[in-house]
């Protein structure tokens, strides 16, 4: 478009010329309306003859003005060199489509003030992390070190209590037993590590042990979640009640068999064992689904199963019962 808009500045101009001279050319002779082309040749060279004689001032200004515009250009490609020189050492593309040399010189400028905010504000970050790193040294003695602990009112012979009120197909009996005594669980959890000294809890082994209860309760949000609304599946939900009551009547062995079914079912054993064939008969199909290996369906149920399987073990220190009902007894399971 720039170059367009040239070329018609120029066809201007010469229209503009020619028709100036023409109207020189009739002043003269306005007798006549046409001209041979031989007679407009003499009378321009008799004109540009007198032009060259005369030496006007306004030519003299002309070319001194050309001559300012030749010095101007020479310094602009010396700008242009260093500009281009200074792209480059960016990376950076000398000229884009349609740039002129002041967009050119535009864009090094552009270019090297975001450079300058950058370097500014990584400076910026780094003093402020700096600081950060001082003053979470000089608090380190202040630091918290307690894990939270769940809000919830009910002692283990409520939960017992509880337990015996339960009826086959009561969905919103079963999800509030199970939630209240996991809940139950962690807070005693919880508070045993709450009371630990100061100077335990900021060892390795007690950071160790506070981030396992932070850990669990993270893994058992889903759970809790799905518990809460009542919308556990049937098949887990059995499980999680079987579970439930066997740790109330501190059965741990049995519980610990119910946890092995919710969480690989029968998935280890060959066919034939406790299946007919790979195909399911309608009889058997439903049968089947309990024991269905929840562990490997998602990553989300991997770690809530996980979660239980340390409340388990938890129960187990807090309630230990003969050895012949305990899992793994004299040990501690995480």
């Known amino acids: 478009l720039r170059f367009t808009g040239q070329i018609m500045d120029s066809l201007k101009a010469e229209l503009e010329r020619k028709r100036n001279f023409l109207k020189t050319f009739k002043e003269k002779e306005p007798s006549k309306k046409f001209f041979r082309r031989g007679e407009v040749t003499a009378k321009r060279a008799e004109l540009k003859q007198d032009e060259e004689e005369s030496g006007s001032s ?14 101007g250009v020479d310094f602009d490609l010396s700008k242009i060199v260093e500009t281009v020189h200074r792209l480059r050492e960016r990376n950076e593309p000398v000229r884009m489509f349609g740039e002129s040399n002041a967009d050119v010189m535009k864009r090094l400028s552009r270019l090297e003030n975001e450079d300058i905010e950058t370097k500014c504000s990584e400076d910026f970050e780094r003093n402020q992390k700096s600081y950060l790193e001082d003053f979470s040294r000089a608090n380190k003695s202040e630091e918290k070190v307690d894990v939270y602990e769940d809000d919830i009112d009910m002692t283990m012979s409520d939960l017992t209590e509880m337990s015996k009120k339960l009826e086959k197909g009561n969905v919103q009996l079963d999800c509030e037993l199970v939630h209240n005594f996991f809940s139950f669980i962690m807070k005693k959890w919880a508070v045993e590590l709450n009371s630990r000294k100061d100077e335990e809890k900021r060892t390795a082994n007690g950071k160790r042990a506070s981030s396992t209860h932070l850990q669990t309760r993270e893994y058992l949000q889903p759970l809790f979640r799905q518990l809460k609304f009542y919308s556990v599946a049937s098949d887990i939900r059995e499980h999680l009640v079987n579970i439930t009551l066997c740790l109330l009547n501190r059965n741990y062995i049995e519980a610990n068999n119910h946890y092995m079914q919710m969480a690989i079912g029968n998935a280890p054993w060959p066919v034939g064992v406790t299946a007919s064939g ?57």
């Open 58 to 71: 306004a030519d003299r200004q002309h070319n001194a003005k050309n001559d300012c515009c030749e010095e």
């Open 278 to 334: 790979i195909h399911k008969r309608p009889g058997s199909e439903k049968l089947y689904v309990r024991n269905v290996a929840h562990v490997l369906n998602d990553e989300t149920q991997r770690k809530y199963i996980q979660g239980l399987k340390r409340l388990m073990s938890r129960c187990q220190i807090f309630y230990p019962t003969d050895p012949s009902r305990s899992v793994e007894f004299g040990g501690v399971t995480l």
